[in-house]
Each structure stands twice: as structure tokens, then as C-alpha cells.
Nanobody
Framework: QVQLTEFGGGLVQPGGSLTLSCVAS????????IHWYRQAPGKERELVAL???????YLAHSVRGRFTISRDNAKNTVYLQMSSLKPEDTAVYYC?????????WGQGTQVTVSS
């Protein structure tokens, strides 16, 4: 079973930056779309960004211009680079790999934006 592990969460001040990493135990990027979701307390999980197997990307409107999604195939890693962070970006961020046959989730990493 392929495993996904997120790294890089933490506490950051408003306006600061963080980079999250999603490391896959196998090279799956040609077979799966990789998503970053987030879930804030009391709110539904929402899609933040995705990168398709062909490499094209999507960013939610709320993070466009501030976040970037990218991947390093050699490292089996997808990154979510976050800048100009706002308190409303506070959430648990989850990595998800999905295709027509499977949906895999990491354990999540907490991002807290606070002064």
C-alpha cells in the first residue's frame, strides 16, 4: 500500500511563509493526481491545490497568487509553497493521491497562522 506523509507544518506569523511536503513511498505521480486539502476547525475539508499527472496545476481562488504547488519526481515529493499567509489559512493540511481506482490520504500536518 502506497503511503503519503506530510511534512513542514508549524506556527507562522501573518505574512509569513511555509513549504509543505508530501512524500510518497513509491513513485505514483504518473498514475495519480495529487491534491492538497485543508480543514479548519468546524469547517468542511476544502481543496487547496492539485497537480495532475501531466504536471498541470490548479489552485483554489482563495490561495491563488499566494500558494504554489509543484513536484519533484526524483524525490517522490509534492510541495505546497505558501506565502503571505493569513490567519484564515490556519488548518490541518492533507495530501491526497487519487485516481479512478483509489484515494490515498496522509495523516495531515497542522498549519497555524497567528501573531
Amino acid at each position: 500500500q502506497v503511503q503519503l506523509t506530510e511534512f513542514g507544518g508549524g506556527l507562522v506569523q501573518p505574512g509569513g511563509s511555509l513549504t509543505l511536503s508530501c512524500v510518497a513511498s513509491e513513485n505514483i505521480f504518473s498514475l495519480f493526481y495529487i491534491h492538497w486539502y485543508r480543514q479548519a476547525p468546524g469547517k468542511e475539508r476544502e481543496l487547496v491545490a492539485l497537480i495532475r499527472s501531466a504536471g498541470d496545476t490548479y489552485l483554489a481562488h482563495s490561495v491563488r497568487g499566494r500558494f504554489t504547488i509543484s513536484r519533484d519526481n526524483a524525490k517522490n515529493t509534492v510541495y505546497l509553497q505558501m506565502s503571505s499567509l493569513k490567519p484564515e489559512d490556519t488548518a490541518v493540511y492533507y495530501c491526497n493521491a487519487q485516481n479512478s481506482e483509489a484515494s490515498l490520504w496522509g495523516q495531515g500536518t497542522q498549519v497555524t497562522v497567528s501573531s
